[in-house]
C-alpha cells in the first residue's frame, strides 16, 4: 500500500496537543482525518463509515478501538498514544498491527511507528 492511499483516523479526545499530531502526520505524507470519539458510539461510527487504515487514539479509548476493529475484520492497524508510566500489553490483533507510542515523541519517532504498522 503507497504512502498516499493511507488514510489514518485520528481521534482528538484527551490529546493536549492534537493539531501538533496531526500536523506531524501531515509533515509525514500521510492523509489525516479527525474524529471525536465521544460518546462511544460515534468513536464506533466512524470507524465503520470512514474506512481508514490506521487508527491513532489516546490509550483510554483502547478498549472500544479494538473491539470495533476486530468486529470489522479488515486489516485495521492501530496506534494508541499514552502517557503511562506502567507497563502496557498489547492484545493479539488478528485485522492489523498495534503499537503503544509514549509521549512525547517526535515527527520521526511517530513516522517510524505509522510505517511500522502500515508494514
Known amino acids: 500500500m503507497s504512502i498516499l492511499n493511507t488514510?489514518?483516523?485520528?481521534f482528538e479526545d484527551k490529546l493536549d496537543?492534537?493539531?501538533q499530531i496531526e500536523?506531524?502526520?501531515?509533515?509525514?505524507?500521510?492523509?489525516?482525518?479527525?474524529?471525536?470519539?465521544?460518546?462511544?458510539?460515534?468513536?464506533?461510527?466512524?470507524?465503520m463509515v470512514l474506512q481508514s487504515n490506521i487508527i491513532?487514539?489516546?490509550?483510554?479509548?483502547?478498549?472500544?478501538i479494538l473491539l470495533t476493529a476486530q468486529k470489522m475484520k479488515r486489516g485495521i492497524s492501530i496506534i494508541m498514544l499514552g502517557t503511562s508510566e506502567?507497563?502496557?500489553?498489547?492484545?493479539?490483533?488478528?485485522?492489523?498491527?498495534?503499537?503503544?507510542?509514549?509521549?512525547?515523541?517526535?515527527?520521526?519517532?511517530?513516522?517510524?511507528v505509522i510505517d511500522f504498522v502500515r508494514g
Open 7 to 10: 488514510k489514518i483516523l485520528l
Open 17 to 19: 496537543n492534537i493539531s
Open 23 to 47: 500536523n506531524m502526520i501531515k509533515a509525514s505524507g500521510y492523509e489525516v482525518i479527525r474524529a471525536l470519539a465521544s460518546p462511544k458510539e460515534d468513536l464506533r461510527l466512524n470507524i
Open 56 to 64: 491513532i487514539g489516546h490509550d483510554s479509548l483502547s478498549n472500544t
Open 86 to 112: 506502567e507497563s502496557v500489553l498489547l492484545p493479539d490483533m488478528e485485522t492489523g498491527k498495534m503499537a503503544y507510542l509514549k509521549a512525547p515523541f517526535t515527527k520521526d519517532v511517530l513516522k517510524a
